[in-house]
């Protein structure tokens, strides 16, 4: 048995453990951490793979400044709340369970096409060569930041706006509880005072 099968089973065990902890942690802040160990284990699999580039966005993006985003958002709303457990909107959990047989054919069907759906049939051949020489990393820079700038740059702009908007909101939630209660005791004492 090889070094790469011993860390490919070390670290599927260790997704799968924490994205099953995952689904049953009580706690939103525990969830959170179960998921960066989830990402992180994701960018060792996608190291085993060559991938590296994929890797190194899977831990600085999504382990990183999503995560902090995530845990940042949930200390904001606070985590003690208990949430309604009732339907806002009628056929919402059979619309979801439908799009999660979709979602799961879907991942299926490219799990058994394999390579096959990225090239016409070449195997690891078609692979390799997608790889090579200026490699995936110039490829993938070259075209993001040429012709695909301007929904990259938007998508950014629109992360910000999102994290701004957030923020305003939470503190205009804040500061609407304290000052109605300072506004209507200051109001009982004017009219005592009178």
């Known amino acids: 048995m090889s070094i790469d099968v011993a860390v490919f089973g070390v670290m599927f065990v260790v997704v799968l453990g924490s994205s099953i902890a995952m689904l049953f942690a009580r706690n939103a802040v525990h969830v959170a951490l179960f998921l960066v160990v989830t990402q992180i284990g994701l960018a060792v699999a996608f190291l085993l793979e060559g991938a590296y580039f994929i890797a190194a966005i899977q831990i600085i993006v999504y382990a990183g400044a999503i995560m902090v985003l995530f845990l940042f958002v949930i200390m904001l709303l606070g985590v003690d709340r208990r949430e309604a457990l009732n339907e806002p909107l009628r056929g919402q959990r059979p619309l979801a ?92 004492d004017k009219e005592e005072a009178a």
Do not use: C, H, W
Request: proline fraction near 3%; glycine fraction near 8%.
């Open 97 to 188: 369970v439908g799009l999660a047989a979709l979602l799961a054919a879907e991942v299926l069907y490219v799990a058994y096409k394999g390579s096959d759906l990225i090239t016409t049939g070449g195997g690891s051949q078609a692979l390799q060569d997608l790889n090579a020489d200026p490699g995936n990393v110039k490829a993938l820079a070259r075209v993001v930041f040429s012709r695909y700038l301007l929904p990259f740059e938007v998508t950014s702009i629109l992360l910000v706006v999102a994290v701004v908007g957030v923020m305003v909101l939470a503190r205009q939630m804040s500061a609407i509880s304290p000052v109605s209660a300072r506004s209507g005791s200051s109001v009982a």
